[in-house]
């Protein structure tokens, strides 16, 4: 092509890009910049200044803070159940759901329908089943003659309960990605394997697995930084209580920044937060480059 | 003694579509036995069923005198070649070919030596280490069928194999598929809508319609004795003439009125309650030059169809308006629109009831 027509060319290519990135610039680039350059400076909700620049003071405090170590430690148990127990039972129930073909739309929407409920709603609906005088969940267990479980009060049972509430909401995620993995699997080389002499466990061994591999690789991750963000189904449900039993650690910055107004703390926190993702996100990204 | 025998088998899907209606063939050891038929027919549905893929719902099948109508795919010894090769894509050449051995435990070195007897006679040594992905077609087509004959099974069930592959390769597969099963001197049971594989491959064709079985026989039976139009029409190169003819049937011979001539045949005694038939006439056997028996046509040019070593000739006849396929060789330039003299080979023509479209004088 002649020069002056590819630069020409050029040009017009950055002109037509440039909507788009002034609007990331907008509501990304800028809203992280600001909260990474808001972490080196005593910068509250009280003082909104950068007048105090302290280095990395607010990343050494919030570190030395034992209630983050504490909040990161529930996240972290929080998130390896709620992301095994979702992708087991997604699993196993889209293998079942994936033998059926009738009224395959009917079932797919069931699962979505928790998808679409609201998360503050979802706390809300189980606040109201789990509450122990009022529940339905204890009213049902009274006539197995079971006395009144405190569901959300009792500092093991809020974390048990909170999982498990997570799990119910979230778990159709895993079902219909899963799910939409193994309708795509060919039927072909299980009708090859079966006539090679292979049982249903071989077939999910070397033919299930294989192929669902990068479908199951990127819809765990995909999950996982999803409930690393947990926090509307804290806010409703527990407020991170009793004590600081489930407190989550988006949660818990939220708290930082907007109860105790310092915002620069909750900034350097937030930023670990981010290299947190950004460190679990390689993989992901790694992995998604070599399947092309 | 036969090697498959299929009795009475039908399949009903839902919705009671019946894909095989009750069909009976056997099959020899060391035959090859081309199912062939328009997609739809249900020759893939009763390859599917032998190989246990697909349940019957009626009949039976023997495989070496033993019922195996309701055996698992696993239990039945049988290997099948699947049209899109089915190979498993996340395991090298070398594991696709071992899969079964591996399932069976078989030791190492029976293994090995299995996979090197038959890469060898595929040629697919130099690609064991591949991944599925990153072969040809052609490649794995040979290792979809080395998968197949890594195993010794007691036949081979083929669903159109070639019907990926481009012209070339897919006539170089033709005779290295004839050599192996020669070589092997194993049973093959293969699927294809491709009459030249069938003709070629073939030491019995059985030709199905409508999940019917029309005709079975030797690939010279079917082409030369068709018993009915549809064979006659489905096996054709390229195409066969079939005509109506308005029919006079006598005491001694028959009287039939083609392209608006009358031609005795008092040779025929046909039993008919009307006065209508089929008659084809294959296009290398219409000659440009009088020969013994035949019949002139005046006619003309519609379209010259040039493949390099012969010419294919649609003509019109004059007064109707038939037209008729011919074969010429290339030496002279025909134009369409040209007019042309061309003589029927009266003794090549075969005669079908127009109602049950059955051959006649049989």
Same mark, same amino acid.
């Given at each position: 092509m002649n020069k002056n027509l590819e630069l020409a060319d050029r040009g017009f290519g950055y002109i037509l890009v440039a909507p788009t990135f002034i609007i990331i610039l907008a509501v990304i680039l800028f809203p992280i910049t600001f909260a990474i350059v808001s972490s080196f400076f005593d910068y509250t909700l009280i003082n909104k200044s950068f007048n105090n620049? #302290?280095?990395?003071? %607010?990343? /050494?405090?919030?570190?030395?803070?034992?209630?983050?170590? %504490?909040? #990161?430690?529930?996240?972290?148990?929080?998130? /390896?159940?709620?992301?095994?127990?979702?992708?087991?039972?997604?699993?196993? +129930?889209?293998?079942?759901?994936n033998s059926i073909n009738k009224f395959k739309t009917v079932y797919y929407f069931i699962l979505l329908l928790p998808l679409l409920i609201n998360p503050i709603v979802v706390g809300l609906i189980w606040r109201?089943?789990?509450?122990?005088?009022?529940?339905?969940?204890?009213?049902?267990?009274?006539?197995?003659?079971?006395?009144?479980?405190?569901?959300?009060?009792?500092?093991?049972?809020?974390?048990?309960?909170? *999982?498990?509430?997570? /799990?119910?909401?979230?778990?159709?995620?895993?079902? *219909?990605?899963?799910?939409?993995?193994?309708?795509?699997?060919?039927?072909?080389?299980?009708?090859?394997?079966?006539?090679?002499?292979?049982? /249903? *466990?071989?077939?999910?061994?070397?033919?299930?697995?294989?192929?669902?591999?990068?479908?199951?690789?990127?819809?765990?991750?995909?999950?996982?930084?999803?409930?690393? =963000?947990?926090?509307?189904? #804290?806010?409703?449900?527990? =407020?991170?209580?009793?004590?600081?039993?489930?407190?989550?650690?988006?949660?818990?910055?939220?708290?930082?920044?907007? +109860?105790?107004? %310092?915002?620069?703390?909750?900034?350097?926190?937030?930023? +670990?937060?981010?290299?947190?993702?950004? *460190?679990?996100? #390689?993989?992901?990204?790694?992995?998604?480059?070599?399947?092309? | 003694?036969?090697?498959?025998?299929?009795?009475? @088998?039908?399949?009903?899907?839902?919705?009671?579509?019946?894909?095989?209606?009750?069909?009976?063939?056997?099959?020899?050891?060391?035959?090859?036995?081309?199912?062939?038929?328009?997609? $739809?027919?249900?020759?893939?549905?009763? @390859?599917? @069923?032998?190989? $246990?893929?697909?349940?019957?719902?009626?009949?039976?099948i023997y495989l070496d005198n033993k019922d195996i109508t309701n055996l698992d795919p696993k239990d039945r010894d049988l290997a099948i070649v699947f049209q899109n090769y089915a190979l498993y894509p996340h395991m090298n050449v070398k594991k696709n070919l071992s899969f079964s051995l591996r399932l069976k435990k078989f030791s190492k070195n029976y293994i090995n030596s299995k996979i090197d007897e038959v890469s060898k006679l595929l040629k697919i040594e130099d690609i064991l280490e591949r991944k599925p992905s990153e072969l040809s077609g052609g490649q794995r087509q040979r290792v979809a069928l080395g998968r197949a004959l890594v195993r010794n099974p007691k036949a081979f069930l083929l669903d159109e194999p070639l019907s990926n592959l481009d012209a070339r390769l897919r006539a170089l597969m033709r005779t290295e598929l004839i050599q192996i099963q020669k070589r092997l001197k194993a049973t093959f049971i293969y699927v294809t809508h491709d009459q030249v594989e069938a003709m070629t491959m073939a030491s019995k064709i059985c030709i199905m319609n409508k999940g019917h079985i029309l005709q079975i026989g030797s690939p010279d039976t079917i082409y030369n004795k068709p018993n009915c139009v549809f064979v006659a029409n489905f096996l054709a190169n390229p195409i066969n003439n079939i005509l109506k003819s308005d029919i006079t049937v006598k005491e001694n011979g028959i009287i039939l009125k083609i392209f608006n001539k009358r031609i005795n045949r008092n040779h025929l005694n046909f039993k008919l309650n009307h006065n209508q038939i089929f008659f084809s006439i294959r296009p290398e056997h219409i000659y @440009?030059?009088?020969?013994?028996?035949?019949?002139?046509?005046?006619?003309?040019?519609?379209?010259?169809?040039?493949?390099?070593?012969?010419?294919?000739?649609?003509?019109?006849?004059?007064?109707?308006?038939?037209?008729?396929?011919?074969?010429?060789?290339?030496?002279?330039?025909?134009?369409?629109?040209?007019?042309?003299?061309?003589?029927?080979?009266l003794k090549k023509m075969l005669y079908f009831d127009s109602k049950t479209e059955k051959i006649l004088g049989e």
């Open positions: 620049f #302290i280095g990395i003071e %607010n990343y /050494i405090n919030s570190l030395k803070n034992e209630r983050l170590i %504490n909040s #990161i430690l529930v996240t972290f148990f929080f998130v /390896i159940l709620v992301v095994f127990f979702e992708f087991i039972l997604g699993f196993f +129930i889209a293998l079942l759901l109201m089943f789990l509450h122990p005088q009022l529940g339905i969940l204890n009213f049902l267990l009274s006539l197995f003659g079971i006395g009144e479980v405190n569901w959300l009060g009792d500092p093991h049972m809020a974390f048990t309960t909170i *999982i498990f509430v997570d /799990i119910w909401h979230q778990v159709s995620f895993m079902i *219909i990605l899963l799910l939409a993995g193994l309708s795509a699997i060919p039927k072909e080389p299980y009708e090859a394997a079966k006539t090679d002499g292979a049982n /249903i *466990i071989d077939c999910f061994l070397h033919i299930t697995l294989p192929y669902m591999r990068p479908v199951i690789v990127i819809t765990v991750l995909i999950r996982l930084i999803f409930a690393i =963000k947990t926090y509307d189904l #804290i806010y409703i449900m527990t =407020k991170g209580g009793p004590g600081d039993s489930t407190d989550l650690i988006s949660y818990y910055i939220y708290r930082s920044a907007f +109860i105790s107004l %310092n915002l620069g703390e909750a900034a350097a926190m937030s930023s +670990i937060l981010l290299l947190i993702i950004i *460190i679990i996100t #390689i993989p992901l990204f790694r992995y998604m480059d070599r399947l092309d | 003694m036969k090697k498959i025998v299929v009795e009475n @088998l039908s399949k009903k899907y839902q919705k009671n579509i019946e894909a095989v209606k009750k069909i009976n063939f056997a099959i020899d050891e060391q035959d090859f036995f081309v199912l062939l038929g328009p997609s $739809g027919c249900g020759k893939s549905t009763t @390859l599917r @069923l032998i190989g $246990g893929l697909e349940t019957a719902s009626n009949g039976k @440009l030059e009088e020969r013994s028996d035949t019949l002139l046509i005046e006619s003309k040019i519609e379209v010259v169809e040039n493949l390099g070593h012969e010419n294919i000739l649609c003509v019109k006849f004059n007064s109707t308006n038939d037209s008729l396929y011919l074969r010429t060789d290339t030496t002279y330039k025909y134009k369409s629109g040209e007019n042309i003299n061309i003589y029927i080979d």
